[in-house]
């Protein structure tokens, strides 16, 4: 039963990096570039459905590839991964559609900090690490992509819509 509970972290860890990551960079990214609260709201739902599809898949294949794991392993990791990556990027949704665009992304922002904080503190404290560096390590990754993805927008918008 162990393998089966690993590959349910398999999914839950990977789903939940995945979909707050990629969630919040295109949210930033749409949001700078268009200031459109209907493209980050269809942004989030395509992230939700179709991105959890394409990691799941992708966590299969990679697992499949490896040879070590069980088909039911295997399984649980697809199923997980998408479930938990379509749950935590649906969560970017209520922001939106409580308050303006720019507030909006600002609480989803802190939301991704809270979410990824969190998660990087539990991986730290299960394996044994120092969790100041491993939460600092995982924070300043997703501030890259937020910081691209928001240049990113502004340079779409100025080159495309301007």
């Known amino acids: 039963m162990k393998n089966l509970k690993d590959s349910i972290k398999v999914g839950l860890t990977f ?3 995945s979909g707050v990551i990629t969630t919040l960079g295109l949210m930033v990214g749409l949001n700078s570039g268009t200031q459109s609260k209907l493209a980050v709201v269809a942004g989030i739902l395509t ?5 959890a599809f394409s990691d799941a898949l992708g966590i ?5 590839s ?3 794991h069980s088909s039911k392993d295997i399984w649980a990791s697809t199923f997980s991964t998408f479930l938990f990556k379509f ?13 303006s665009l720019g507030t909006a992304v600002i609480v989803s922002i802190l939301w991704g ?11 730290a404290k299960e394996t044994n690490q120092k969790p100041f560096h491993v939460i600092f390590e995982h924070l ?8 691209i993805a928001n240049y990113l927008g502004v340079l779409i918008n100025s080159v495309f819509l301007k």
Do not use: C, R, W
Not at 140 to 147: K, N, P
């Open 140 to 147: 300043l990754i997703s501030a890259v992509v937020i910081v």
């Open 66 to 68: 490896a040879n070590k």
């Open 113 to 123: 900090i809270l979410l990824i904080t969190v998660a990087s503190y539990l991986i």
């Open 15 to 17: 789903g939940l990096t």
């Open 60 to 64: 299969h294949i990679s697992q499949e």
């Open 87 to 99: 749950i935590f990027a649906m969560t970017f949704v209520i922001p939106v559609l409580i308050f």
């Open 47 to 51: 992230i939700a459905i179709a991105d």
